[in-house]
């Protein structure tokens, strides 16, 4: 995923917010994505957003697009142990077809 | 569970010699995706079958690799003459027709 960038990790308090950053480089991508892969697992989808919203909210996620920056945001709020895992940004590539992935975020979540 | 399964779970090989892998993803998933998968990287996209048609390699995609899915259901991923550098995860994920990618748990591969 050379294309989209993230910071590699990520420590937080139990309880506090994280803020997981993103930045891609097509800005003709439909869809963005926000995958999570836990230890010794596949990668599993957490949330979307359509290329024209600003912002998406799915219970304890949010999602935040700047289309003008190429910028993505997760915030993950009342961070819980559990959610400790790798999470990647994905943008659609030019097909349209396929997924370009970042090199993901490792949230470390400390009790 | 997101019902694709991949097999073998691990693979060690020695150098030069051929691998196969296999992804069974669910029969709606009319998409299917092999990806792979190094430390500290993320998945990188190898190629896409919409049904039976290969319809997008990567150029990470060497001709040592080949992939099939000839009925449409289940796929291989075959690498020939192995080499060190094929050391990865390799991912198989399917969908239907959405952006939304259904992963297995993927298939190691170490080459001594």
């Known amino acids: 995923g050379e294309d989209v960038e993230q910071s590699l990790f990520l420590s937080v308090r139990e309880g506090d917010s994280s803020v997981i950053n993103c930045t891609y480089t097509d800005s003709s991508s439909t869809y963005l994505y926000w995958y999570k892969q836990e230890p010794g697992a596949g990668l599993q989808l957490l949330t979307y957003i359509f290329s024209n919203m600003d912002m998406k909210q799915d219970q304890r996620l949010t999602v935040l697009l700047n289309k003008k920056d190429k910028h993505l945001s997760l915030r993950i709020a009342d961070t819980q142990t559990g959610d400790s895992a790798i999470y990647f940004c994905?943008?659609?590539?030019?097909?349209?077809?396929?997924?370009?992935f970042g090199k993901g975020t490792s949230l470390l979540v400390t009790p | 569970d997101t019902g694709v399964s991949q097999d073998p779970r691990h693979k060690i090989t020695k150098r030069g010699q051929n691998v196969t892998f296999r992804c069974d993803p669910i029969s709606e998933h009319n998409r299917l995706y092999w990806y792979r998968q190094t430390l500290g990287q993320g998945p990188e996209f190898l190629t896409y079958f919409q049904n039976e048609a290969q319809l997008e390699k990567s150029r990470l995609l060497s001709d040592r690799f080949s992939a099939e899915r000839p009925k449409g259901s289940f796929s291989t991923l075959e690498i020939q003459r192995t080499e060190q550098g094929d050391s990865a995860m390799y991912l198989c994920a399917g969908s239907k027709n959405t952006g939304e990618l259904f992963f297995g748990e993927g298939s190691r591969l170490t080459v001594l």
């Open positions: 994905a943008e659609t590539m030019d097909s349209g077809y396929a997924l370009n």
